[in-house]
C-alpha cells in the first residue's frame, strides 16, 4: 500500500463545475496536510495547507480532511481552464529527526472550456 | 523576488561524470531538502538538512551527497552520475524543520545522464 495514494486521471470537468479531488494516506501519525499544484514542466506551488478535521475555504479553494478515514480532499469551485494542473497531495510527519513530507503522484486535472 | 533559484535549469551529462546541482534561497529558511521526480513515482527525498552544519538521509541517498554549509545554499552533488539518476530534481526550503511548515519549490533541474 503506497504511503499516501491519489487517482492519477485524468480528471475531466466542464468549466464553471466543481473539481473534486482525493487523497488517502496510511500513516495515521501524520500532522499536517498540504496540496500542491503543478504545471506541466513547472514545480509544485502550494495552494492549500490544512491541518485539522474539518474544512479549510480559500477562495475556489476548499480542503477537507477526515483523519479518522485518512482522507483529504480539494475542491475547486466555479473551475477555469488555467486550473488544468496535476494537483499533489502531500502528507506531513516529524519521523526520524526530520520533517517527513510524503507526497502522491498527482491527480491530473482537465478543464474543458 | 524572495524565493529559491536552481543551477543549472537543464544539463546532459555523461556516466561517470561529478555533477553538482546548486540551490540558493533568501527567504531565511531553515530547512532544506532536495527531491527527485521521476514520471508514476511521484516527489522522492534524496537528502535534507534541518539547520546550516546538518545534514540527514531521506527515502532515496544512494549516489548522491549534500552539504550545508551556511543557511543558504545546499547544493546535491552526483560523485559518479549513472543513467538511472536521470530526473528532475527540485530543491525545497520551510521555516522549520519540524512542525507542520509547508515547503516552497525552485524551479528544477533537468538533468539527463546517457
Known amino acids: 500500500q503506497k504511503e499516501v495514494e491519489q487517482n492519477s486521471g485524468p480528471l475531466s470537468v466542464p468549466e464553471g463545475a466543481i473539481a473534486s479531488l482525493n487523497c488517502t494516506y496510511s500513516?495515521?501519525?501524520?500532522?499536517?496536510f498540504f496540496w500542491y499544484r503543478q504545471y506541466s514542466g513547472k514545480s509544485p506551488e502550494l495552494i492549500m495547507s490544512?491541518?485539522?478535521?474539518g474544512d479549510k475555504e480559500d477562495g475556489r479553494f476548499t480542503a477537507q480532511l477526515n483523519k479518522a478515514s485518512q482522507y483529504v480532499s480539494l475542491l475547486i469551485r466555479d473551475s477555469q481552464p488555467s486550473d488544468s494542473a496535476t494537483y499533489l497531495c502531500?502528507?506531513?510527519?516529524?519521523?526520524?529527526?526530520?520533517?517527513?513530507?510524503?507526497f502522491g503522484t498527482g491527480t491530473k486535472l482537465q478543464v474543458i472550456p | 523576488i524572495a524565493g529559491i533559484t536552481q543551477a543549472p535549469t537543464s544539463q546532459i551529462l555523461a556516466a561517470g561524470r561529478r555533477m553538482t546541482l546548486r540551490c540558493t534561497q533568501d527567504m531565511r529558511h531553515n530547512a532544506m531538502y532536495w527531491y527527485r521526480q521521476d514520471l508514476g513515482l511521484g516527489l522522492r527525498l534524496i537528502h535534507y538538512s534541518n539547520t546550516a552544519g546538518t545534514t540527514g538521509k531521506g527515502e532515496v541517498p544512494d549516489g548522491y551527497s549534500v552539504s550545508r554549509a551556511n543557511t543558504d545554499d545546499f547544493p546535491l552533488t552526483l560523485a559518479s552520475a549513472v543513467p538511472s539518476q536521470t530526473s528532475v530534481y527540485f530543491c525545497?526550503?520551510?521555516?522549520?524543520?519540524?512542525?507542520?511548515?509547508?515547503?516552497?519549490f525552485g524551479n528544477g533541474t533537468r538533468l539527463t545522464v546517457t
Open positions: 490544512i491541518y485539522s478535521n
Open positions: 500513516d495515521r501519525g501524520s500532522q499536517s
Open positions: 525545497a526550503s520551510s521555516e522549520r524543520g519540524v512542525g507542520n511548515s509547508p515547503l516552497h
Open positions: 502531500a502528507v506531513n510527519r516529524y519521523s526520524g529527526g526530520y520533517q517527513k513530507v510524503t
